[in-house]
C-alpha cells in the first residue's frame, strides 16, 4: 500500500518585505516538512514567476494561490497575525472541505 504525502497550504499575514516573507515562509514549511506533510506556500511557489510591473498579477498571484489552496488536505494557518487575506483564505478552504488548522496544531499532534 502506498502513502501519500498531506498536502498543507500555508497561509500567514505576510510581510510586506517579499525577503522577509520568504524567510518566514520557509521557516514554517521547513516545520510542515519535519511533521510529515508537503507544503504547498504560494509565497515560495510563485516568488519571482509574475513580472512585478504586470498590471494584473496580483490577480494572476491570487487565483493560482486558490487552486493550491482548494487541492489542499489542509490549511496550516502560521504565525500570530490573522489579516484579510487569511480570513479569505480560511472561506475559501471551508468551502473547498479543507481542513483549516494551525502550525501550532499540526506539530501538537506529531508529539
Known amino acids: 500500500m502506498s502513502r501519500t504525502i498531506p498536502r498543507a497550504y500555508v497561509t500567514a499575514a505576510w510581510s510586506k518585505n517579499p525577503v522577509e516573507a520568504a524567510d518566514q515562509a520557509k521557516k514554517y514549511c521547513s516545520e510542515l516538512v519535519k511533521a510529515g506533510y508537503l507544503p504547498l506556500c504560494p509565497v515560495l511557489a510563485f516568488s519571482g514567476i509574475i513580472a512585478e510591473d504586470d498590471p494584473d498579477g496580483e490577480k494572476k498571484r491570487r487565483e493560482m494561490s486558490q487552486d493550491l489552496l482548494k487541492r489542499a488536505r489542509f490549511l496550516v494557518v502560521c504565525g500570530k497575525k490573522i489579516n484579510d487575506e487569511v480570513r479569505e483564505d ?16 499540526v506539530l501538537e499532534c506529531g508529539d
Do not use: N, R
Open 90 to 105: 480560511i472561506s475559501i478552504a471551508k468551502l473547498s472541505k479543507v481542513i483549516p488548522t494551525t502550525l501550532e496544531g
